[in-house]
Nanobody, 128 residues
Framework: EVQLVESGGGLVQAGGSLRLSCAASGFSVDDYTIGWYRQPPRKVREGVSCLSPRDGIPNYADSVKGRSTMSTDNAKNTVYLQMNSLKPEDTGIYFC?????????????????????WGKGTLVTVSS
């Protein structure tokens, strides 16, 4: 059974940092395209960072570029999103998604919501 379980969210002051984790089971993260997405309050879900085996290079939304780093630990089958210099507008539920589609580089999947699997999300709240 495929599962994605996010963790690491919480309440943090602006300027702080968080590391989100996405523990995968039932498949290998290095064989799938993995993405981090977020849903701010009263807004639609948006792509934050995606990594495709097509090129192996993490891609980031402009809103988090320079402040975030996506990485994988294949031994733990876990994907991470390190977020620094957090802003109140980073507040939202952060989801991890995975798809067998690896046809494109990671940037394509920032606007792609047809992931095969989704986690339940972890809440990030950044106070001003």
């Amino acid at each position: 059974e495929v599962q994605l379980v996010e963790s690491g969210g919480g309440l943090v002051q602006a300027g702080g940092s968080l590391r989100l984790s996405c523990a995968a089971s039932g498949f290998s993260v290095d064989d799938y395209t993995i993405g981090w997405y977020r849903q701010p309050p009263r807004k639609v879900r948006e792509g934050v960072s995606c990594l495709s085996p097509r090129d192996g290079i993490p891609n980031y939304a402009d809103s988090v570029k320079g402040r975030s780093t996506m990485s994988t630990d294949n031994a733990k089958n876990t994907v991470y999103l390190q977020m620094n210099s957090l802003k109140p507008e980073d507040t939202g539920i952060y989801f991890c998604g995975a798809t067998k589609n690896t046809d494109y580089s990671g940037s394509y999947y920032l606007d792609y919501y047809g992931m095969d699997y989704w986690g339940k999300g972890t809440l990030v709240t950044v106070s001003s």
